[in-house]
């Protein structure tokens, strides 16, 4: 293991990426590689870096868990009062992240943010675990709060709250998704000339593609 942070580098070298392996669609490759993201056995293949950005451009990011995709968008699900529910208020865009360190692949999604309806928070809320509904209820996400003791109490009395498992939806608590405007795939080549394949959304609707010097 090198001590020095700036030895630590790694070639890439598994495989490559043409204009001419890419997709007309970009939900279509992006469904591709998931795909093989999956036969390759990724390790939580849906975890995702999520940035967002305050009103006066403050950037922030985190890791989320997607939940769905198809050609509306990116779906993940969370506490609205959060401090992500906050900041897509106020600036209502996003960029996603994956990386796939097994298959040596990025991809980025730009683009801006809705909610999704009600029905749809629904169905996903009523497919978690027990444990995690109770969470949603018992969790302020992103407030200060005084110590792990008062987080399991308050878990304590949600559960006392909902004695027979019929554990609702919290008002505060919902999906949303990632409309993208812009896509991008890396797949990661020797020397650091790694392929990079675009595809910006234009007017009518269409997908421009386009290589990006690495």
Same mark, same amino acid.
């Given at each position: 293991?090198?001590?020095?942070?700036?030895?630590?580098?790694?070639?890439?070298?598994?495989?490559?990426?043409?204009?001419?392996d890419s997709l007309p669609d970009p939900f279509a490759?992006?469904?591709?590689?998931?795909?093989?993201?999956?036969?390759?056995?990724?390790?939580? +293949?849906?975890?995702?870096?999520?940035?967002?950005?305050?009103?006066?451009?403050?950037?922030?990011?985190?890791?989320?868990?997607?939940?769905?995709?198809?050609?509306?968008?990116?779906?993940?699900?969370?506490?609205?009062?959060?401090?992500?529910?906050?900041?897509?208020?106020?600036? +209502?865009?996003?960029?996603?992240?994956?990386?796939?360190?097994?298959?040596?692949?990025?991809?980025?999604?730009?683009?801006?943010?809705?909610?999704?309806?009600?029905?749809?928070? !629904? !169905?996903?809320?009523?497919?978690?675990?027990?444990?995690?509904?109770?969470?949603?209820?018992?969790? +302020?996400?992103?407030?200060? %709060?005084?110590?792990?003791?008062?987080?399991?109490?308050?878990?304590?009395?949600?559960?006392?709250?909902?004695? !027979?498992?019929?554990?609702?939806?919290?008002? &505060?608590?919902?999906?949303?998704?990632?409309?993208?405007?812009?896509?991008?795939?890396?797949?990661?080549?020797?020397?650091?000339? &790694?392929?990079? %394949?675009?595809?910006?959304?234009?007017?009518?609707?269409?997908?421009?593609?386009?290589?990006?010097?690495?």
């Open positions: 293991m090198p001590n020095n942070i700036a030895d630590i580098r790694k070639d890439y070298k598994l495989r490559s990426l043409s204009e001419n490759q992006f469904d591709k590689w998931w795909k093989e993201a999956l036969d390759a056995g990724v390790e939580e +293949p849906n975890a995702m870096t999520l940035a967002t950005a305050s009103a006066d451009g403050m950037p922030d990011a985190r890791i989320v868990l997607l939940k769905g995709f198809d050609t509306t968008g990116f779906t993940f699900f969370t506490n609205y009062d959060s401090a992500k529910g906050a900041q897509l208020l106020e600036n +209502p865009r996003a960029c996603l992240v994956f990386f796939w360190r097994e298959l040596e692949r990025q991809v980025r999604i730009s683009g801006l943010v809705v909610t999704v309806s009600g029905k749809e928070s !629904d !169905d996903y809320f009523n497919s978690r675990p027990e444990g995690s509904r109770i969470g949603a209820w018992a969790s +302020p996400q992103s407030q200060a %709060i005084a110590n792990r003791e008062w987080l399991e109490e308050n878990e304590k009395k949600m559960r006392e709250q909902f004695p !027979d498992g019929a554990i609702e939806r919290p008002p &505060h608590w919902g999906g949303y998704r990632v409309r993208p405007t812009r896509i991008e795939f890396w797949q990661g080549r020797p020397s650091r000339l &790694h392929d990079r %394949i675009q595809y910006n959304l234009q007017i009518k609707g269409d997908w421009k593609i386009e290589r990006l010097a690495p």
